[in-house]
């Protein structure tokens, strides 16, 4: 393999099965379930796949607090809030869907080949329709649940109590690399000292920005990719031996 191809030392591959065995060990004598919504058609969500990993860490960590970067139509959130105890409580951020500008018109071949086309494209389906998942949701999933309407950029921490706070933190807002930037910088102040945070669209055959970012990031901090998934991982604290 060329240098140039060469995956980074620091991202490890581990095939989505460690993930499910840490859960077997962890509850040997009882059947782990989760709840699911069928997979939307529209584009922009998780493969069951990678909700079945999402929800795993929520069986292995039992957060008291996730955080979210990009709410897109809800239905991460409500898997979050759906499979986590009732204690925990979900935020999650993105732009106001009502005051966001779009550009219409764009065909299918565009906004499966290209980023800037694919989150115009992703940004008209949310000013149409909004967290529709969150808002059809039971009350008592909606007030486990705030939802915030702010650029993920111009977040404060510590302004907004959000300091050494989420165990659980989900990066899947804005694509571009200064977004996931500022997104990965403002996680790792708003993880507690044992968190787990997770990029979504890694590798992904649209969004390359991502996976430039985690192959910088990487270098001083030790990546997870799980294969057959756009997920990559990074565990904090005591949870770096959660797989083990």
């Known amino acids: 393999m060329s240098a140039k191809n060469a995956k980074p030392a620091n991202i490890t591959e581990i095939r989505p099965k460690v993930v499910f065995q840490a859960v077997e060990r962890m509850y040997p ?35 008291q607090e996730i955080f979210e970067f990009g709410t897109y139509m809800g239905a991460t959130t409500l898997l979050f809030a759906r499979n986590s105890q009732e204690r925990t409580s979900i935020v999650t951020i993105d732009i106001d869907p009502s005051t966001t500008s779009t550009r219409e018109g764009i065909n299918e071949k565009e906004y499966l ?17 909004g967290a529709i998942y969150i808002d059809r949701a039971q009350k008592a999933i909606k007030q486990r649940v705030t939802q915030i309407h702010q650029d993920s950029t111009t977040i404060e921490p510590k302004a907004q109590n959000f300091l050494n706070r989420f165990d659980l933190i989900f990066i899947d807002g804005g694509h571009d690399f200064n977004t996931v930037k500022s997104d990965t910088k403002n996680a790792l102040r708003m993880a507690t000292d044992d968190a787990i945070i997770v990029w ?35 565990l904090i604290g005591k949870h770096k031996e959660i797989l083990s």
């Open 113 to 129: 080949s290209d980023d800037a086309a694919n989150d115009e494209y992703l940004k008209d389906i949310f000013s149409k329709h």
């Open 200 to 234: 979504h669209d890694f590798r992904s055959q649209i969004h390359g920005d991502v996976t430039s970012f985690l192959n910088e990031f990487c270098k001083n901090h030790e990546i997870i990719h799980i294969q057959n998934t756009m997920l990559a991982f990074m």
């Open 29 to 63: 004598a009882q059947n782990t379930e989760f709840t699911v919504n069928i997979p939307t058609s529209a584009i922009g969500g998780l493969t069951l796949l990678e909700s079945s990993v999402l929800v795993s860490f929520i069986k292995l960590i039992s957060p």
